[in-house]
Every structure is written in C-alpha cells, then in structure tokens.
C-alpha cells in the first residue's frame, strides 16, 4: 500500500545549489555602489575642508545602513514569495496524487495533505503582503 511511497522517499535528495543567482549578484552590486557613493562623498567632504562640519557617522547610516537593511528586507520577501509558491506547488502535487489513490482513506490523507499545503503558502503571503505594506510605509516616512 504505502511501499511505493517509502521506496521514494529512500533516495537521497540532491544538494541544494548555493551558487549566487543573478538576483544575489544584483543585490550585492546595489550594495557596492552605495558604499562606493558613500566613499565618494566622505572624500568630497575631505577635499572641500568641511570635515568639521560634516557627521560621518549620518553619511554613513543615510547612505550603506539603509541600502544594507532595504537589501536584507527584499531578500525576506522574495524567500517568502518563494516559500509559498514552492507549498502551492506540493499542494498541486499531493492533490494530483490523491486522484491516482484508489482506497478512500489514503486519498483523503493526500487531500488532507495538500491542503495544508496550501493554507501554508496563504500564510506566508500574508507574511510577505505585510513585509511589502511595512516597507512601503518606512519609505514613505523616510
């Protein structure tokens, strides 16, 4: 009954691909230019004779802080997004399988399954939709 299933489950899942994606180099990129501007503008401050006048320390949080934090709030909204659209894809799965069970109980089992997959991802959207909204409203205050 279930040894198909467990016969599956015996392989070995393979390793994750921790390459950076071009969505990873186009982050760090984004925070190089802004330390690069930052840099700039701490020597422009230095050329200029201003240094007594200028606070380093705003340069600094106005500038790289920001960029770094807005960089690490993305990259937990798109692992939400991700998350979720992965459990909408185990959810589309495990019900496709409950139409192949031909014993009431297991399909209701897999049915059951996938829609606690589903509910999953609908609350990582909330997660994520309320990430957005936040991020959004700091931006507008800024």
């Known amino acids: 009954m279930w040894s198909s299933v467990v016969k599956r ?3 070995k899942p393979s390793e994750p691909d921790l390459a950076p994606t071009p969505r990873d180099r186009e982050r760090v990129d984004g ?3 802004r330390i690069s501007e930052e840099t700039l503008l ?3 401050l230095l050329k200029d004779g201003m240094v007594k ?3 380093f320390k705003t340069v600094e949080e106005s500038i790289t802080r920001h960029c770094i934090l807005s960089t690490f709030e993305q990259v937990r ?3 939400f997004r991700d998350a979720a659209g992965l459990a909408r894809q185990q959810s589309r799965k495990f019900a496709e399988a409950a139409l192949e069970m031909a ?3 297991q399909r ?3 049915l059951s399954v996938a829609q606690a997959f589903e509910r999953f991802s609908k609350q990582l959207q909330t997660i994520e939709q309320r ?3 936040d991020r959004q409203r700091r931006d507008k205050q800024d």
């Open 31 to 33: 925070i190089i230019n």
């Open 77 to 79: 909204v798109d692992a």
């Open 42 to 44: 701490v020597f422009d």
């Open 53 to 55: 006048e200028a606070s």
């Open 108 to 110: 209701q089992f897999v």
């Open 131 to 133: 990430a957005i909204a």
């Open 9 to 11: 489950a015996a392989k």
């Open 103 to 105: 014993e009431p109980q």
